[in-house]
T-cell receptor, first 111, second 117 residues
Framework: KQEVTQIPAALSVPEGENLVLNCSFTDSAIYNLQWFRQDPGKGLTSLLLIQSSQREQTSGRLNASLDKSSGRSTLYIAASQPGDSATYLCAVGTSYGKLTFGQGTILTVHP | GAGVSQSPSNKVTEKGKDVELRCDPISGHTALYWYRQRLGQGLEFLIYFQGNSAPDKSGLPSDRFSAERTGESVSTLTIQRTQQEDSAVYLC???????????????FGPGTRLTVL
């Protein structure tokens, strides 16, 4: 059974810092990996999708990497801003595109 | 609208009643998914539709849960004889295609918050 773990569970940083969120998964037979952010009381917003054949994806200040063989992904956020405060979720896609989610990292960026 | 929509946004019901939750996916998306998120817990996969068929129902927690999709569009998740443990946020997602590929990115709706008293 696929299990996804995210570290740290919570992170508080001052504005402007670069930070890294970690995600690990137990079964390397994945099709893709997707990073989301979830704001309180709202749905999930897709940030980045990495196909299993890819090593990384970039979108603005976000960069996600994937090492399928070791079962790891990282989300790098450059020059963090208070508006980045949210819960960040990592999810791995397996058969039929079903996503298995981690518990999330709660990020707080303070001015 | 351009995104996934769900209704109702909130539903309060009494234990033992049946409820129906609706999802309107992004137009043209062939794949549709239901997930739920209990308070303080991660998201759990419930069911996946490709077109109007459901090849993966492995996440449905009991036979009180059922779902259908019609016209390769709207989907309804039905919970019969609701229990307090069914209280959760039910999220729907859609993607252009359901299998691995460049268009498999899932887009989520805002969810339905179900409270069973």
């Amino acid at each position: 059974k696929q299990e996804v773990t995210q570290i740290p569970a919570a992170l508080s940083v001052p504005e402007g810092e670069n930070l890294v969120l970690n995600c690990s998964f137990t079964d390397s037979a994945i099709y893709n990996l997707q990073w989301f952010r979830q704001d309180p009381g709202k749905g999930l917003t897709s940030l980045l999708l990495i196909q299993s054949s890819q090593r990384e994806q970039t979108s603005g200040r976000l960069n996600a990497s994937l090492d399928k063989s070791s079962g790891r992904s990282t989300l790098y956020i450059a020059a963090s801003q208070p508006g980045d405060s949210a819960t960040y979720l990592c999810a791995v896609g397996t058969s039929y595109g079903k996503l298995t989610f981690g518990q999330g990292t709660i990020l707080t960026v303070h001015p | 609208g351009a995104g996934v929509s769900q209704s109702p946004s909130n539903k309060v019901t009494e234990k033992g009643k049946d409820v129906e939750l609706r999802c309107d996916p992004i137009s043209g998306h062939t794949a549709l998914y239901w997930y739920r998120q209990r308070l303080g817990q991660g998201l759990e996969f419930l069911i996946y539709f490709q077109g109007n068929s459901a090849p993966d129902k492995s996440g449905l927690p009991s036979d009180r849960f059922s779902a259908e999709r019609t016209g390769e569009s709207v989907s309804t998740l039905t919970i019969q004889r609701t229990q307090q443990e069914d209280s959760a946020v039910y999220l729907c997602a859609s993607s252009l295609v359901g299998l691995a590929g460049l268009n498999s990115e899932q887009f989520f709706g805002p969810g339905t918050r179900l409270t069973v008293l």
